[in-house]
């Protein structure tokens, strides 16, 4: 009877939770909540992984710089380029799909966004809007330039270099003509310029509602639920960039810097501002060793502890040394951490070509799916074919065993 009983309480606790994750859901309007008691009911270690974009079989060389979102019924679209012929960075390349219904358990066949022959699309940054008006809207930005460039220096004029977007209202399965933004959003004098890559963010404590899209050198955002778009200049020290809402409602930029900049110091840069009051310059934050490579940032929850997680390689030399990151104090501090690829030595990772760029999403089931990519071929070849894992892990086996702080 005791025994019963247990399991009554834990039965009804688990339930009552759920259900309070559900009002925080509604109250939230996305940012789903997770709470100190379903870590200690939910306490198995738990991390999974599968060949998602498969480079070469499936009728493209190789895929590349991915960008997950979730919808609001849980749906999650894994977003990518497709580069046709090789993995360079120039060229035939398009930008491909597929979807879970089932918190990335079982994926979708390939679909197209954007399809063959049409220059070269990429750095795919995405955002999710929730807003009713539009039962829901994934929006995706994109740079692009004709297929005739071979380098960043045959980019050298204003224009040469687009900003477009495009966005789907049914959860990922159609998808709008791309919109060509660049009048309005490219500044002018810019000759290379990048998207992202990976997502934006919906903010939900200041500006509740507002839609942010990380871009070299600047913020892209909409208060409008994209009607209309502008841009917030910030400090050029940063190629790549990724961004996440404080506590206190201001911004954090956790970036790619500059290679200039990556050799005075082979860090994360960091600059905290607001989209009214601007940014802060940019300084290198010391714990976080980079390669210079892109890196992933994720508001994972904000009840307490509120957390925020980080997904780069942690290394100076290497791509293969992807490490998750928590840090409770709204990026000052990274006190927790464990390897992606834990199974294998670090040598060995990098010997397999594991890691490179990513994206995070939280899932429905309040687990973490990344998309990870590694290089099938172990070499820098442009015959080198790249793929794209999709790893799904929880909190425990982040923590792996030991007490949060």
């Known amino acids: 009877p005791v025994f019963l009983l247990t399991i009554g309480i834990i039965v009804l606790l688990q339930f009552g939770c759920n259900k309070q994750n559900v009002n925080n859901y509604e109250k939230d309007s996305f940012l789903l909540k997770e709470s100190a008691v379903n870590v200690a009911l939910a306490p198995s270690q738990s991390h999974t992984y599968i060949k998602l974009f498969d480079g070469g079989p499936s009728g493209y060389h190789s895929f590349r710089i991915p960008s997950i979102v979730k919808t609001k019924n849980g749906t999650l679209v894994a977003i990518c380029e497709s580069r046709r012929w090789n993995n360079t960075d120039w060229g035939d390349i398009n930008v491909v799909y597929k979807r879970s219904t089932d ?23 995405s955002v999710y809007d929730p807003d009713k008006g539009t039962n829901g809207r994934i929006w995706v930005f994109l740079s692009w330039n004709d297929g005739t460039h071979t380098s960043m220096a045959t980019i050298d004029s204003w224009g040469d270099r687009k900003v477009y977007s495009c966005y789907s209202d049914d959860n990922g399965v159609k998808w709008s003509a791309p919109v060509d933004r660049t009048a309005a959003l490219l500044p002018p004098g810019y000759k290379w310029d990048a998207m992202g890559p990976g997502i934006g963010i919906r903010t939900t404590i200041n500006h509740p509602g507002r839609l942010i899209i990380p871009a070299t050198r600047r913020n892209i955002y909409s208060d409008d639920h994209g009607a209309t778009w502008r841009y917030q200049s910030i400090p050029g020290q940063t190629s790549e960039g990724a961004i996440v809402e404080k506590m206190n409602g201001s911004l954090l930029r956790n970036d790619r810097p500059t290679t200039a900049n990556w050799e005075t110091a082979k860090r994360r840069w960091i600059s905290s501002g607001t989209i009214e ?12 060793l980079d390669p210079a490579c892109q890196g992933s940032i994720l508001r994972y929850n904000t009840d307490t502890p509120h957390r925020i997680y980080l997904l780069n390689s942690a290394s100076t030399v290497s791509r293969g040394k992807m490490r998750v990151r928590i840090s409770y104090d709204d990026g000052k501090t990274w006190p927790v951490s464990r390897r992606i690829y834990d199974w294998l030595t670090e040598d060995q990772a990098v010997a397999q070509g594991k890691g490179g760029y990513s994206s995070m999403i939280k899932t429905e089931d309040y687990h973490v799916g990344a998309l990870i990519e590694i290089n099938e071929d172990v070499s820098n070849s442009s015959t080198s074919h790249r793929s794209i894992e999709f790893h799904k892990f929880n909190l425990p086996w982040i923590l792996n065993g030991n007490p949060e702080p």
């Open 103 to 125: 918190n990335g358990n079982t994926w979708s066949g390939l679909g197209e966004i954007i399809g063959t022959g049409n220059g070269t699309w990429g750095n795919p940054t």
């Open 277 to 288: 009051n601007g940014f802060a310059t940019f300084t290198p934050q010391d714990v976080l």
